[in-house]
């Protein structure tokens, strides 16, 4: 009983304390930089009253503070997926040894392959651009819808250019006809056929 009469007291000082000393959030908030998209977030009330607290101590807005950490957080996060180590085997015995890896090379290539560091190559406008980007740098992690896509493009020569042995694909003419390239692959996909 008295924890419940302590904390509906506490809960009140907060409420209070924070409608005192945040600024609204509408009202600090800086315009959205051209093209963002509006996001919907579903956060537990602890963190959402401290990124509220962090945004405010650092003279944000709630989004530009969200924005900065999560940019933050790219540093962290790798695409790299280190190599199995090979064994090394020693004659017919059996005997085998496994080089060791060198952890600050491995740290070194974890790093240039981190979210952060390849920002730019994952990005773009073009939505065919992202997905050929992300099939090169870490294809595990394409949907299986955008996989299946970019096969299709792939198969479709009118979409290519004979380069050397082999082709490039035309990303202007796919940037210029994606719509109805998608449109294609979707009505393709319910028929079950290919290109």
């Known amino acids: 009983m008295i924890y419940d009469v302590i904390n509906h007291y506490l809960c009140d000082i907060v409420e209070v304390e924070k409608e005192h000393y945040m600024p609204k959030l509408s009202d600090a908030a800086e315009k959205a930089p051209t093209g963002a998209k509006m996001t919907s977030l579903k956060i537990d009330p602890k963190t959402r009253y401290l990124a509220d607290l962090a945004s405010t101590a650092t003279g944000q807005s709630l989004t530009r503070y969200i924005e900065s950490a999560l940019k933050e957080s790219f540093k962290k996060v790798t695409l790299r997926v280190p190599p199995d180590p090979e064994p090394m085997y020693r004659g017919t015995s059996g005997n085998y040894e496994v080089t060791p890896i060198d952890l600050k090379e491995e740290e070194a290539k974890r790093e240039a392959m981190t979210i952060a560091n390849l920002a730019d190559l994952l990005w773009s406008e ?11 740098l870490a294809g595990r992690l394409l949907s299986p819808e955008d996989s299946a896509l970019f096969e299709y493009i792939h198969n479709r020569k009118d979409l290519q250019i004979p380069s050397g042995e082999g082709y490039k694909l035309n990303r202007a003419k796919i940037d210029n006809e994606w719509e109805s390239i998608k449109a294609e692959f979707a009505k393709r996909g319910k028929k079950g056929g290919k290109a």
């Open 126 to 136: 073009s939505e065919f651009s992202r997905i050929q980007s992300l099939y090169v």
